[in-house]
Structure formats: C-alpha cells, structure tokens
C-alpha cells in the first residue's frame, strides 16, 4: 500500500492443490482492501459445507504505526468477519467482500436524520452521481475535526479522508486521503459504512469496493451529517449496535 504502508494483495487464478496458476500474469496489483488498516486477513476453515461461505477476518491497524496508536489498555482489534465472493466484471474477475449476514442481528435503533455521539453504527446510503460533482457523509465531525467519506463524480473516485480526523499528531504518517476508483451502477454509488468507536469500515458497491482505516476523534461528542456540492445532500439510515457480547 505505498512505501511505508503494509496492505494485502490478491490474484485470480487456478489453484490443483500443489501449484497456482495466474489467469493473468501480468496483472497489475490487486488490493483486498485500499484503507491502510485490514492486514493479515485469515479464513476461516472447516466452514460446514451446507454453508456454503468462504469467510475472512482481519487485523485491523499498520505496521507503521501499530505501537503509536492512542488506545489502551489495548492496542488493535480484528475487522467484521466478510464473505468472500468472485464476480465478473468489465475488468475481469474481481473479489468481492460483504460484511457476513448475521452482522444484521446487532442492529438496534434506527434513525434517519442527524445524530451525534452514535457508538457503535452501521449506516446506509446511496450516492447520486449525476446530481453533483463530490458528495457524501461526514463523520466524527466536531470543532475542528471531521471523517470524510465521499465521492468525485468526474473522475469516479470514492475517497476516505482523515486528515482531520482527531487526534492525528501520534505518527506523521497516520494523517492519510485513501482513494479508490468505483464506477456508479445505474448513476449510484451504494454504500455500507461500519463505525466501532475508533474503527472504520466501508463496503461500496455490494463489496465491489472496501476501505478499513483508523481515526481517533478528540470528543465524544460529535456529528455524523451528509453533504453534497452542487447537488442535494443524500439521505442515511443508521442503526446504533448492540455489542456483539450480548447476543445469544
């Protein structure tokens, strides 16, 4: 993920058992993930058949700054467990990656206009393309500092940007603009966000897409609101959630 960033690739191919053949051998660099926090990815074995899922879990955080990052008495956790499937696309065969189903059963509350202070969320939206030229949500979003999701119609780029996070002065590297380029379906961006206090998790595009990254805001209490420039603002849902140690 760039010189000073760890990140995880994939390749498509064929696999007998012994050796592992590439569909293309000269394709360029895959990335899993194009936040700067999913590493290490594992998946999962002995998934009963019947079943019929192939489910990765990652640690979240970067070797670059990993024993900087202002938590404790911890440092790192591991992302929501995702379902892997391959698709065709115009680019070829791609991986996609969706949060597993079960993930639906911690939703709680829901709400639908401006909220602070959410926790633990899990927040949807979709993004008109053609109505604006950058659109999308804001989170963490206090004086001072705020979490960026959006998205550059003209040159079709969804972006994270925490530059202003919160508290980003523990590393110099930390302060990053993730990109990564999505093409809208029918003039929309479609998009699945997870926040877990200081962990955030994108899904774009029904997995097409995802970006997992760190930010650290300085209060408590803060906004989450959408934007838009040049066009309407879009609509969000949210669920607060409730902890996955409560659920039978």
Partial sequence: QGPKFVGMQYFVGQFDGTDFTSDDPKQPALYLDHGKDFYAGIVYNNIPKEDGRTIMIGWVNNWTYGNQIPTSLWRSAMSLPRSLSLKETENGVRLFQTPIAEVTNL?????????????SAEIELELDTQQSEELGIKLFKGEGEETIIGYRAKDQI????????GNISFNPDFASIEEVSLKPVNGKIKLRIFIDQSIIEIFANDGEATIADYAFPEKSDYKIETYSKGGKAPVFKLWKLKSVWQID
Avoid: C, N, V
Wanted: net charge neutral.
């Fill in 158 to 165: 969804l972006f994270l940007d925490r530059t202003k996070s």
């Fill in 107 to 119: 939703r709680g509350e829901m709400i639908t206009d401006s909220i602070s202070s959410a926790g």
